[in-house]
């Protein structure tokens, strides 16, 4: 499946866009993966410790990218992509307390579950090596076109 380079999908930019690759997407659903979470230099780190709270913004990339995926065949080549708001973090589980212990490349999926003309909500889950390590379900607000 050919995606459009993820510098054209997401505000993020440099060491701050943490999504390395889209695997799959469909109209409802996103599956990406990266292995930012093992980089030494990690921009979300904090006393050299990335927290498993960091995975939202994973999360919340990967939600980006999908809505930017699914808004390209309605864009005329002048619109840019809307920026986002998130705006609520709810039901969030995990199982360790550090990404940057993980050794295995981290797969992010994002489900949608509500979609408006000004928000959208999706479910999402990080998992490596098919050991789920964050789920949650995040909203966000988009901005004004």
């Not at 980089?39 to 709270?53: K, Q, T, V």
């Not at 920026?83 to 050794?103: E, P, T």
């Amino acid at each position: 499946m050919l995606t459009p380079p993820l510098e054209r999908l997401l505000p993020h930019a440099g060491r701050m866009r943490l999504i390395d690759r889209v695997v799959a997407y469909d109209n409802e659903r996103i599956v990406c993966e990266s292995e930012s979470h093992r980089a030494a230099n990690h921009p979300l780190a904090h006393e050299d410790a990335l927290s498993i709270l960091c995975g939202l913004e994973y999360g919340a990339q990967a939600m980006a990218i999908h809505g930017a995926l699914l808004a390209a065949g309605a864009r005329t080549a002048s619109d840019a992509p809307r920026h986002g708001y998130l705006v609520a973090a709810s039901d969030l589980r995990w199982s360790i307390d550090r990404l940057d212990h993980c050794d295995a490349p981290l797969t992010i999926e994002a489900i949608s579950e509500f979609r408006s003309g000004n928000q959208v909500a999706y479910r999402f889950e990080l998992r490596t090596s098919e050991q789920a390590v964050l789920s949650g379900r995040a909203s966000v607000v988009l901005a004004s076109p």
